[in-house]
């Protein structure tokens, strides 16, 4: 595996993503999202304003979860499948570059195009705010931006699978919108009615194992027992240990995430 054909690719994927603007215009949303949440994000409660940390990662952790696993999903279900409908696919494995170099470089390209939208959205929204918060606000709000791209990238991951899987590009967009329904907005319904049928017997480290199977979930447990009132907020303490909120715990079953598709991918794009 050559380095430097992988990052060839990697940088002109980055830089397509940055031609059209799309770093930009992502970078921009979350900007604006973020600032609108943080400053009326209490309207309902009659306080307009920045609060506290801790509300402003609950409020944001709840528009990452939406956004952040979309955006991802669009970014990347046609990194293969789109080469493969314009033909170019068989051109670029006819050059000295093996499969897996394509697929990595691939990924990096799209991951470094997320990561920055995402930091630079975030981050000018850390700005902003910055004579407002502590250095122990910073920490947790960088710890929040950090968790951000790791979802992202866990999403990514999945897209490119669906785009070595699917065989054309509208059924690959299909798969992306289905698998962001299933984890975003069915997954947690899906366990909560297990929950609720079997009169809370189901519960504990089962039900919490369980919630390790959807990386939006990871994201939620990873920022909600960073700090203790935003734990309180979401009411998770009683469903999950608390061994389950080790930060790092969390942080590498995200990479899990990240790995495991990309692996599948790989075995998947074999020829």
Do not use: C
């Amino acid at each position: 595996m050559e380095l430097t054909q992988i990052f060839t690719i990697a940088a002109k994927e980055f830089r397509d993503r940055m031609r059209n603007r799309w770093v930009l215009a992502v970078a921009l949303v979350f900007t604006v999202f973020s600032l609108v949440i943080a400053y009326f994000g209490g309207a309902q409660q009659g306080a307009v304003g920045f609060r506290s940390i801790e509300f402003t990662i609950a409020s944001l952790v709840s528009l990452v979860i939406y956004l952040i696993p979309l955006i991802a999903l669009l970014l990347g279900f046609d990194a293969i499948v789109g080469e493969r409908e314009r033909g170019s696919l068989d051109l670029l494995l006819s050059l000295p570059i093996t499969r897996l170099e394509l697929l990595l470089g691939k990924y990096l390209g799209l991951a470094a195009a997320l990561a920055l939208s995402t930091l630079a959205g975030f981050g000018m929204v850390a700005v902003l705010l910055s004579r407002q918060m502590s250095w122990a606000s910073m920490y947790h709000y960088f710890g929040f931006m950090l968790s951000s791209v790791l979802l992202g990238l866990a999403f990514l991951s999945l897209a490119v699978l669906l785009s070595v899987l699917a065989r054309d590009r509208t059924r690959a967009s299909g798969l992306a919108i289905a698998t962001w329904f299933f984890f975003v907005l069915v997954f947690d319904l899906l366990l909560l009615g297990v929950l609720v049928g079997s009169g809370g017997r189901f519960g504990g480290e089962s039900f919490a194992l369980l919630l390790l199977l959807n990386p939006a979930d990871v994201f939620r447990i990873l920022n909600v027992f960073s700090l203790e009132d935003v734990r309180t907020l979401y009411g998770l303490a009683t469903v999950v240990p608390p061994a389950m909120g080790s930060p790092l715990k969390m942080g590498g079953a995200m990479l899990v995430w990240i790995a495991v598709p990309l692996a599948l991918a790989h075995w998947r794009f074999k020829p």
